[in-house]
């Protein structure tokens, strides 16, 4: 394969500028490949930031309605409070095959009569 052929027709991966150079050159120059991988953790960031507030509002949430160590509330409470069950940090199974799922330090099960167990975990 003509190289010259080939590296003439790959493009910036920043600016869309024709590349010349190494066949794995990826970017005319350290500004684009640096600009290019800003934009990248730039976007990463974002992401993680919109998790995070929707992770915390989760903590927030189940915080509030907890009253000592577990709590039971009906569902309509706990989902009415925009409770967003998508987002959850991990779970945990007890011997008993309960999966209780977590924010951070606090956890819920869900119960068989439209029910939540809300529970706090020591750390
Ligand atoms: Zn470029």
Same mark, same amino acid.
């Given at each position: 394969?003509?190289?010259?052929?080939?590296?003439?027709?790959?493009? +910036?991966?920043?600016?869309? =500028?024709?590349?010349?150079?190494?066949? $794995?050159?990826?970017?005319?120059? $350290?500004?684009?490949?640096?600009? !290019?991988?800003? @934009?990248?953790? !730039?976007?990463?960031?974002?992401?993680? =930031?919109?998790?995070?507030?929707?992770?915390?509002?989760?903590?927030?949430?189940?915080?509030?309605?907890?009253?000592?160590?577990?709590?039971?509330?009906?569902?309509? @409470?706990?989902?009415?409070?925009?409770?967003?069950? $998508?987002? !959850?940090? !991990?779970?945990?199974?007890?011997?008993?095959?309960?999966?209780? *799922?977590? +924010?951070? $330090?606090?956890?819920?099960?869900?119960?068989?009569?439209?029910?939540?167990? *809300?529970?706090?975990? =020591? *750390?």
């Amino acid at each position: 394969m003509d190289i010259q052929v080939a590296t003439r027709k790959r493009l +910036c991966l920043d600016c869309d =500028k024709p590349v010349y150079g190494r066949v $794995d050159k990826k970017f005319c120059n $350290d500004q684009c490949r640096v600009s !290019h991988n800003n @934009k990248i953790n !730039h976007n990463t960031i974002e992401s993680v =930031k919109s998790i995070n507030i929707i992770l915390k509002k989760n903590r927030s949430i189940l915080s509030k309605l907890s009253e000592g160590n577990s709590t039971k509330i009906s569902s309509i @409470k706990l989902l009415g409070t925009g409770f967003n069950r $998508d987002y !959850h940090t !991990h779970t945990y199974k007890n011997s008993k095959g309960e999966l209780y *799922i977590f +924010c951070y $330090d606090y956890g819920y099960l869900t119960l068989a009569n439209e029910e939540f167990l *809300i529970i706090k975990k =020591k *750390i």
